[in-house]
């Protein structure tokens, strides 16, 4: 399996390890570098269908100056290095492709400063988005983007995250004010800062958001946090028709109406969910919504709008809960939907695709690929952050049917071309990682060449995660 | 080639009438508003399209000129001087809508439109473009992308950087490119994000898809008048802690606020410290209790009178005054010089103390008038003497002090108007070493020759107002 080359043809073919590497990371790090076959395989892949890949050592450092030393090292001996976070990446992000280093910073947790007054946050790089919220409880803030996964900041700020709540919060791209980054060579870079705006160089904060682990490996971020709101609702409803639905956010948006969360489950996603987490919901395409304001009444006046938009795009049942309780049930069943739906098939993996379009195609965009998918024989699940014209497909298939995953592939192409062809994207927050490298190049042009310039210019030797996001 | 052939050339491609080479003709592109430096160009192209763009780049590129691109001239940091000469880019014949996509709330304009042509342009969609630089009657969309232009209403809204989502670019070899597109995160790495910003020296943006806002149900606006700064201050973060994000937050201090009284009649009161202007959008259920709360908080933390707005007059009336406090500090002296730097939020207090500070051991007069909720602020110096005086060096003295304070306090010195070469040898005070390698590493890649802007953003050793002296003492970065 490890000299598999990747479906996509990128690996130049497996790098050859240097036993001294292995001999001066281990004086410098002792036990907490590992060749163990468990610890490699754990290292290989991600939450992914995509083959594994495993590393030919992991290292767990506990500071940005151990990052550097294994950088330096990893650069001496010429040796792949793939920075990993929680392995939580639906991409192959973390499939070290070429063998290598896999540089584990779950050691590096520590939370290293919170300003409440200035409402940001500095963390080290192994951070989780909950283990964050969790110890900023009692501060009246919280940070706002929530991927399905416990992922980390880190992985999070190099996948350029999303999450449910962006539609009125944004992504990682809004949240990153500055990082810390260690170059291939070793060099310690910072972005940004704490200033809530600056226009002071070049701002390689966003090059480094969203790259990867391509360009460099992110030790610590500083991102910015948002106030609790005083009132929140949550309320799901159900439509005769996924158009409905969709029409039903669409007008939301364009309306200005402030939602914190939107989001579309087709019949098929909440049958699953309904099974999964015990929500006895009607199995019919729903929308989730979540709703902050300043008061109970501005909550009120939100849910009472949307009401009478959905009421005009054929509603069928209008639930809404107030009760901290009954939204957190709610939203732990859209947070499992993954897993409720790789539950409809026992031993299936699932396919997740993630699709982005201009607001306005989005209802033709699902229309069309529902269509596609109707003469398929494969069970299909749609969910989407709607509200940002994100959306994604769960394909479930077995992994020892080729012919399933040639069908999965072939309708996750057509998609993604749909998409493009509409003004869309072939990844709205999942990232390119391996998986999707060829959409990309179908998605830029000349610019994937500067990409690629920039990618020789940081990472000369292509070390840092190579045959990822541009091809060398 | 020679100039007579290469303005034949140059002709060839835009038009007679819109190749610029009299001297009289070049006097109006010497300079933008940064009125200490001034640069005459060799040329000025006017272009119209992308290709022409192109073209006039390759024809620049193959005569050997740098070639700086150029908005309305509006820039504070001298971004658009030519100091090297060659080709000045004037976008200003690029000013089409190309694309309105009400439905998706996208609109795709050429880099000339003017800021608030096409606010102007969206009202009756009921839109808006939300970066609204204070320069924004007259600066270009091109120019604020070429710096992360920010504004009052950047703190709910983000600055440009956040509301644009692809840009058409000519690179320096004069490959023509798109750059992100019409859908939000586009994959792969960032590059409309670090175009954003890059003053000119990556590109020429020549198409922007920027995204729109709908206008909100209801606005409302407070006035809030303090004895005190400080005190001021203070309460900017207590309204934010509460979790309550205005869509504006700005403060108007004593001098800016009788320098206003003077010119529009606007009322403040003549004796505080400092007023506290406050803006909040919504839906018209929750406006009124955000106003509400915002107004407790703001007496709570010892406001000694509070003015709302009630009709749309009224509070256009409030705006007046901030809107044009720049243009009435010029009664104040001969001269004026906002500054641009920005600290973390919590450090508004220390800050203004410290720029009170500087001005009296410079002895030079220092008026305030600044974006508090995002901590960005516009010390503005007024004085009677020219650049050319030995008295300058006060203010000189006296800018390196601000700066070298927000480096201290975990900021930036420049937090909306670019380093452009104003800045540029101070640089090194907010970034080591290995940052501004990596940045001209990303430079490199753009502009291999260093023909766009050249001498921008990064340290030259030759200042425009002399050498920097000394080091910020200690860089508490992130």
Redesign the interface.
């Known amino acids: 399996m490890a000299d598999q080359i990747p479906t996509t043809g990128t690996s130049p073919g497996r790098f050859r390890l240097d036993d001294l590497l292995i001999a001066e990371l281990r004086a410098l790090l002792g036990d907490r570098l590992s060749t163990s076959a468990a610890v490699r395989e754990h290292h290989s892949r991600g939450e992914t269908y995509l083959p594994p890949y495993p590393p030919d050592a992991v290292v767990f450092p506990e500071s940005t100056d151990e990052v550097r030393e294994i950088v330096r090292a990893c650069s001496r001996h010429r040796t792949p290095m793939v920075p990993f976070g929680a392995g939580t990446s639906l991409e192959g992000h973390v499939a070290a492709l070429q063998g290598g280093i896999s540089i584990d910073l779950s050691r590096m947790s520590r939370i290293l400063r919170v300003?409440?007054?200035?409402?940001?946050v500095?963390v080290e790089a192994g951070v989780t988005h909950r283990q964050l919220n969790k110890h900023l409880r009692g501060t009246?803030l919280f940070f706002s983007v929530d991927p399905g996964a416990d992922a980390t900041i880190g992985g999070m700020a190099a996948t350029?995250a999303?999450g449910t709540t962006a539609v009125r919060y944004?992504?990682m791209?809004?949240s990153v004010?500055?990082l810390?980054v260690v170059?291939a060579d070793g060099?310690?870079?910072?972005?940004?800062?704490?200033?809530?705006?600056?226009?002071?160089?070049?701002?390689?904060t966003?090059?480094f958001?969203?790259?990867e682990g391509t360009?460099g490996v992110i030790t610590?971020a500083?991102v910015r946090l948002?106030?609790?709101?005083?009132a929140v609702s949550a309320a799901t409803c159900s439509f005769a028709t996924v158009e409905g639905a969709v029409n039903t956010v669409?007008t939301t948006?364009?309306?200005?109406?402030?939602v914190a969360r939107i989001e579309l489950l087709d019949d098929v996603q909440m049958d699953a969910v309904n099974r999964y987490s015990n929500l006895g919901c009607p199995v019919a395409p729903t929308l989730f919504l979540e709703f902050h304001?300043?008061?109970e009444?501005?909550v009120?006046?939100?849910v009472e709008?949307v009401k009478e938009i959905a009421a005009g795009n054929g509603v069928g049942d209008f639930r809404w809960a107030t009760d901290p309780e009954e939204r957190a049930r709610l939203w732990k069943a859209r947070h499992d939907s993954y897993f409720a739906t790789l539950a409809l098939r026992p031993g299936a993996v699932a396919i997740t695709t993630d699709v982005?379009?201009?607001?306005?195609?989005l209802a033709e965009c699902i229309a069309e690929t529902k269509k596609d998918n109707a003469a398929s024989s494969l069970t299909i699940a749609l969910i989407g952050h709607v509200g940002?014209?994100n959306f994604h497909l769960i394909y479930l298939v077995d992994p020892n049917t080729p012919a399933e995953m040639e069908e999965a592939e072939r309708l996750n192409e057509r998609m993604v071309m749909r998409a493009l062809a509409m003004?869309?994207?072939?990844?709205?927050?999942h990232?390119?990682g391996y998986g999707?490298m060829k959409?990309?190049e179908a998605?830029?042009?000349?610019?994937?060449n500067?990409?690629r310039?920039?990618?020789q210019?940081?990472d000369p030797h292509n070390l840092m995660n190579p045959g990822k996001?541009?091809r060398v | 080639m020679d100039r007579a052939a290469l303005i034949r050339r140059l002709q060839a491609i835009v038009g007679e009438p819109y190749v610029l080479h009299r001297p009289d003709d070049l006097t109006v592109y010497e300079q933008d508003a940064l009125m200490v430096a001034r640069h005459k160009p060799d040329l000025v192209v006017l272009p119209d399209t992308t290709q022409q763009v192109s073209d006039v780049v390759k024809a620049a590129r193959e005569a050997g000129l740098p070639i700086v691109a150029r908005g309305a001239g509006t820039g504070l940091a001298g971004g658009a001087i030519p100091e090297r000469g060659g080709v000045v880019l004037a976008m200003t014949r690029m000013t089409r809508l190309l694309d309105l996509d009400l439905a998706s709330r996208i609109a795709v304009v050429e880099p000339g439109m003017v800021n608030a042509e096409l606010t102007a342009m969206l009202a009756a969609h009921g839109l808006f473009y939300a970066p609204d630089p204070g320069s924004q009657v007259a600066s270009t969309i091109g120019g604020n992308v070429a710096n992360n232009s920010g504004g009052p209403h950047c703190l709910a809204y983000g600055v440009t950087g956040n509301n644009v989502v692809g840009l058409e670019v000519v690179l320096a070899d004069g490959t023509v490119t798109w750059l992100g597109g019409r859908a939000m995160d586009a994959p792969g790495y960032d590059l409309t994000g670090i175009m954003v910003g890059s003053e000119g020296t990556f590109g020429i943006v020549t198409k922007v898809v920027v995204r729109l806002l709908a206008r909100r149900e209801a606005v409302r606006t407070l006035l809030a008048i303090y004895d005190r700064m400080d005190v001021a201050c203070e309460a900017v973060s207590a309204v934010i802690g509460a979790g309550i994000v205005p869509e504006a937050l700005e403060i108007l201090d004593g001098i800016t606020m009788r320098a206003v009284n003077q010119t529009l009649h606007a009322g403040f009161p003549e004796d505080a410290e400092a007023a506290l202007l406050i803006e909040v959008e919504g839906l018209s259920e929750s406006v009124p209790v955000l106003i509400e709360r915002i107004e407790v908080i703001c007496r709570a933390q010892g406001a000694r009178r509070i003015q709302t707005a009630a009709t749309a007059e009224e509070r256009l009336n409030l705006w007046k005054g901030r809107k044009q406090a720049y243009g009435a500090l010029g009664k104040l002296g001969r001269r004026t010089m906002m500054l641009d730097v920005c600290v973390p939020r919590s450090r508004l207090p220390e800050i203004m103390r410290r720029v009170l500070e500087a001005g009296r051991r410079w002895n030079v007069g220092v008026a305030n008038f600044f974006h508090a909720g995002d901590g960005n602020l516009h010390p503005t110096p007024f004085f009677d003497f020219d650049d050319t005086s030995p008295e300058y060096a006060r203010v000189i003295g006296l800018t390196e002090d601000i700066m070298r304070a927000c480096v201290e306090l975990g900021g930036t010195i420049t937090g909306e108007h670019g380093i452009g070469l104003e800045k540029r040898e101070y640089l090194g005070w907010m970034f080591n070493d290995a940052d501004i390698a990596a940045m001209k590493q990303v430079k490199q890649v753009f502009d291999p020759a260093d023909a766009l802007n050249p001498d921008k953003v990064f340290p030259t050793g030759r200042s425009v107002h002399g050498a920097p002296r000394g080091k910020a003492l200690a860089v508490p970065r992130a």
Not at chain 1, 226 to 230: A, I, T, Y
Not at chain 1, 423 to 429: P, R
């Open positions: 300003s409440p007054e200035d409402m940001d500095t009246g350029r999303s944004g992504t791209r809004e004010l500055g810390t170059l060099r310690l870079i910072r972005t940004g800062g704490r200033a809530r705006k600056s226009a002071s160089g070049y701002d390689l966003r090059l958001v969203g790259s360009l610590e500083t948002h106030g609790l709101p005083e669409i948006i364009q309306l200005g109406i402030p304001g300043a008061s009444r501005s009120a006046e939100q709008m982005c379009v201009p607001i306005a195609r940002d014209g003004g869309g994207t072939c990844t709205g927050e990232g390119v999707k959409f990309l998605e830029h042009g000349e610019a994937l500067v990409m310039q920039i990618k210019a940081l996001m541009v």
